[in-house]
Antibody
Framework: QVHLEESGGVLVKPGGSLRLSCAAS????????MTWFRQAPGKGLEWVAS????????DYADAVKGRFTLSRDNAENSLFLQMNSLRAEDTGIYYC????????????????????WGRGTLVAVSS | DIVVTQSPLSLPVTPGEPASISCRSS???????????VSWYLQKPGQSPQLLIY???HRASGVPDRFSGSDSGTDFTLKISRVEAEDVGVYYC?????????FGQGTRLEIK
């Protein structure tokens, strides 16, 4: 059974840093792309960043580029989001989601979609 | 960036009645494999999003067959044949043709 569990969300002051983690289980983590999304209070969903199976970054949202760093540790089945220079507008729930399968032999080459999401972790940026 | 415009933003529905939500993309979302790169999600109150439809018209595993997706050019539609009380929440369409992946504004479905 696929399980994603985010952690690391806390109250932090503007300009501060935070590292979010996403612990994965129930599937071959190292064979799936991974993505972070976020949702500001009372607002819609926003894509943040995606990473491929080898740790190569697909892209970051412009709003976080240069401040956030996405990484993964396949040996530990974990995804990370290092968040620096935090702003009030970074406040929200951060979700990790499992992306496309790309193993050593086969790779899903269709359009991306996200069947599995974590429950999210709340980041609050406020003085 | 690809803009996805969703409508309506609010959708009151009587149980047992059909419902329809539309998304329009600012450009073609046709992927290289011939399918449109659109997926639909439902976020129930207090929960994380759940996948309903992928590749515009493919129902995700475990999703009731009263949910269906269709496409016509840059217009995409999610239909619920007979709304049930458990369908309450916010529905989002999302494009994944290119980054930044973008969502529609969301449609809040409520029961009359």
């Amino acid at each position: 059974q696929v399980h994603l569990e985010e952690s690391g969300g806390v109250l932090v002051k503007p300009g501060g840093s935070l590292r979010l983690s996403c612990a994965a289980s129930g599937f071959p983590f190292g064979e799936h792309y991974m993505t972070w999304f976020r949702q500001a209070p009372g607002k819609g969903l926003e894509w943040v960043a995606s990473i491929d199976t080898r740790g190569r970054i697909l892209d970051y949202a412009d709003a976080v580029k240069g401040r956030f760093t996405l990484s993964r540790d396949n040996a530990e089945n974990s995804l990370f989001l290092q968040m620096n220079s935090l702003r009030a507008e970074d406040t929200g729930i951060y979700y990790c989601a499992r992306g496309r399968y790309c193993g050593t032999v086969t790779c899903y080459t269709g359009a991306e979609y996200f069947q599995h999401w974590g429950r999210g972790t709340l980041v609050a940026v406020s003085s | 960036d690809i803009v996805v415009t969703q409508s309506p933003l609010s959708l009151p529905v009587t149980p047992g009645e059909p419902a329809s939500i539309s998304c329009r993309s600012s450009q073609s979302l046709l992927y290289s494999n011939g399918y449109n790169s659109v997926s639909w999600y439902l976020q129930k109150p207090g929960q994380s999003p759940q996948l309903l439809i992928y590749l515009a018209s493919h129902r995700a595993s475990g999703v009731p067959d009263r949910f269906s997706g269709s496409d016509s050019g840059t217009d995409f539609t999610l239909k619920i044949s007979r709304v049930e009380a458990e369908d309450v929440g916010v529905y989002y369409c999302m494009q994944t043709l290119q980054t930044p992946y973008t969502f529609g504004q969301g449609t809040r479905l409520e029961i009359k």
